[in-house]
């Protein structure tokens, strides 16, 4: 029995390489018996969703399979492959970056973050509701990983200081006068019956914000991944959706970019955001909204606590020039992102250089303003600038960023993940298998797209509990693009939902890096995380197919089915 136990110990030890070698042995039959462009490339592909699932090998270093296994099957050309990782949604993504690194790196984001918790009190529901609206803005712009890092320390330390003040016996009695008559009435000069009060006291207050600790930590990661799917650069997911939608229908009008993305995601973000603060609250705070959202003055616990964040922002001190800088940038990239092409008027691009949009794409924009962040200085050039950790005299103050921060900050695998998702949608084409997968599905035409919508979104969002939603995204988006074709109706209906629906992980720890810090921030057990990610996910999905079917609907015509998408071929 030992010897049994240590060989699937060392098995298990070694899954990663077994899965890597083993993998392609068992699917080798799938080319060798069909030996069709269609088989091959089918071959690839189940190589590449295994060992993404799996996370075997990197994620980035599967993303490359296509550059190898392509060519060398004769789907296509070596050099047709390679030009598929550089595409415009690659430049979106980058400068994107560039601008979430220089808010980070001057500590913008937490000033902002501050400031509006300051705005909003310090009640436990007012709480909640003030660091999910700031986790869910902050992570339209930066990383959902980092939002959530930066946003759960702050929660706990005000947390902590609540705890700390109602602990306090004058305290807790003084904020409530019914508990100081009933200490009075059932006081007894006996010490051990005193002890007894007391100590069923501090298991009434431990047991609650033991309750408001795991509430706040999972409004934190949810806000934060709930808020990526606002704008195009939010998560990576809506960034593939946009690449694919050039790359499989290249005469489309534009109809994915920042703006038309926003006018629907942002809609739907804020009606998740609301359901989820339902929900949260009444899972971990009950639902007396009288008693959450308090009457009255502030108490001392309250007034505690709301210290600790005003210390907070103090540290922070006054805004430098550096900040301002970004700031500015900031706003000016946003504001020339919503006017490039907003879809019912000629946006500036058309107006100041008389092309068509496609010519200054969102990409164009975000590279220009993130160019900025190398050319601005970080202070005004004058005065003294201090001291290098050499003991070397600053003759001229830095830029805004430097290369370094940048390389050290940038998570360069991304930008392969998004090539390797571009790449795997050019095989496919190429090699008719999307065609196939197509006219396999040609039976769903008889279902209602609603209703297909609403079961692929409920597809996606099971899978990206296992899986990265990159990998989701970048696997499922050619199938349902190619299905959308052979069924006539718009691709949009439901590549759009489903992308959308990749980013609702909610249910377990390992789904996303937000769960993973909030579970272990939180004292979460995957149980809670398991009840409140199940009702979420569900919510998500139904806020997301009510979006498509109403609003959504209305901007995208998603009615017809558009003659741009009544194509079988790519154009290089």
Same mark, same amino acid.
């Given at each position: 029995m030992n010897n049994w136990k240590k060989v699937l110990q060392c098995l298990w030890y070694h899954r990663n390489y077994i899965i890597i070698v083993v993998t392609p042995i068992a699917f080798l039959p799938l080319p060798l018996i069909s030996p069709t462009s269609e088989a091959r490339c089918g071959y690839a592909i189940i190589l590449m969703a295994l060992y993404w699932c799996t996370e075997c090998m990197p994620l980035a270093v599967t993303a490359l399979l296509p550059v190898v296994l392509f060519p060398m099957m004769g789907i296509m050309k070596g050099g047709d492959v390679d030009i598929e990782y550089l595409k415009d949604s690659n430049m979106l993504f980058v400068g994107g970056l560039l601008v979430a690194i220089a808010v980070e790196h001057w500590n913008l984001h937490k000033r902002i973050a501050l400031r509006v918790l300051l705005l909003v009190g310090v009640r436990p529901a007012l709480l909640m509701i003030g660091f999910m609206i700031v986790s869910s803005f902050l992570s339209m712009w930066i990383s959902n990983t980092a939002t959530t890092a930066m946003m759960l320390p702050i929660a706990h330390a005000v947390l902590q200081q609540l705890?700390?003040?109602?602990?306090?016996?004058?305290?807790?009695?003084?904020?409530?006068?019914?508990?100081?008559?009933?200490?009075?009435?059932?006081?007894?000069?006996?010490?051990?019956?005193?002890?007894?009060?007391?100590?069923?006291?501090?298991?009434a207050i431990e047991v609650k914000y033991d309750l408001l600790t795991k509430g706040m930590s999972l409004s934190v990661c949810y806000s934060a991944s709930i808020g990526g799917t606002a704008t195009l650069t939010g998560t990576t997911p809506n960034l593939i959706l946009k690449g694919q939608m050039d790359r499989l229908f290249p005469e489309n009008p534009d109809v994915i970019n920042f703006a038309t993305w926003f006018g629907f995601a942002f809609p739907n973000m804020l009606?998740?955001?609301?359901?989820?603060?339902?929900?949260?609250?009444l899972m971990f705070l009950g639902f007396n909204l009288k008693k959450a959202f308090?009457?009255?003055?502030?108490?001392?616990?309250?007034?505690?606590?709301?210290?600790?964040?005003?210390?907070?922002?103090?540290? *922070? %001190?006054?805004?430098?020039?550096?900040?301002?800088?970004?700031?500015?940038?900031?706003?000016? !990239? $946003? +504001?020339?992102?919503?006017?490039?092409?907003?879809?019912?008027?000629?946006?500036?691009?058309t107006v100041l250089f008389n092309k068509e949009a496609a010519f200054v794409t969102d990409g164009t924009v975000a590279i220009l303003m993130s160019m900025l962040f190398f050319v601005i200085p970080s202070q005004l050039?004058?005065?003294?600038?201090?001291?290098?950790?050499?003991?070397?005299?600053?003759?001229?103050?830095?830029?805004?960023?430097?290369?370094?921060?940048?390389?050290?900050r940038m998570p360069w695998n991304?930008?392969?993940?998004?090539?390797?998702?571009?790449?795997?949608?050019?095989?496919?084409?190429?090699?008719?298998?999307?065609?196939? *997968? %197509?006219?396999?599905?040609?039976?769903?035409?008889?279902?209602?797209?609603?209703?297909?919508? !609403? $079961? +692929?979104?409920?597809?996606?969002?099971?899978?990206?509990?296992?899986?990265?939603?990159?990998a989701t995204t970048t696997l499922f988006l050619p199938i349902l693009a190619s299905m959308a074709q052979n069924i006539k109706i718009h691709p949009l209906y439901v590549m759009l939902p489903c992308t959308i629906a990749s980013s609702l992980a909610f249910m377990l720890p390992v789904a996303t890096p937000p769960n993973a810090i909030a579970f272990s921030y939180g004292n979460l057990k995957v149980i809670d995380m398991v009840k409140a990610g199940f009702m979420l996910n569900i919510i998500g999905i139904l806020c997301i197919n009510l979006g498509i079917n109403t609003w959504g609907k209305a901007m995208f015509d998603l009615g017809t089915f558009p003659d741009w998408a009544n194509t079988t071929t790519v154009k290089p």
């Open positions: 705890k700390s003040t109602e602990t306090k016996v004058d305290g807790f009695l003084e904020e409530n006068p019914s508990h100081n008559l009933c200490f009075l009435l059932c006081w007894d000069p006996d010490e051990h019956e005193q002890t007894d009060f007391e100590e069923s006291r501090r298991k009606l998740m955001l609301v359901l989820t603060w339902f929900w949260l609250q308090g009457c009255g003055e502030k108490n001392d616990r309250d007034r505690e606590a709301y210290a600790v964040m005003k210390e907070e922002y103090r540290k *922070l %001190g006054s805004m430098r020039f550096a900040e301002v800088a970004v700031l500015t940038i900031f706003v000016l !990239l $946003v +504001l020339l992102w919503f006017t490039r092409e907003p879809g019912f008027i000629p946006g500036w691009a050039p004058f005065g003294n600038y201090g001291y290098t950790d050499e003991g070397k005299k600053i003759k001229a103050p830095p830029a805004l960023l430097t290369w370094q921060v940048v390389h050290e991304i930008v392969l993940l998004l090539g390797g998702g571009f790449a795997l949608a050019a095989g496919s084409e190429a090699s008719h298998l999307s065609e196939w *997968l %197509g006219e396999s599905l040609s039976p769903l035409q008889k279902i209602p797209p609603f209703a297909i919508s !609403l $079961v +692929l979104s409920l597809l996606i969002a099971t899978f990206t509990e296992c899986s990265s939603n990159t």
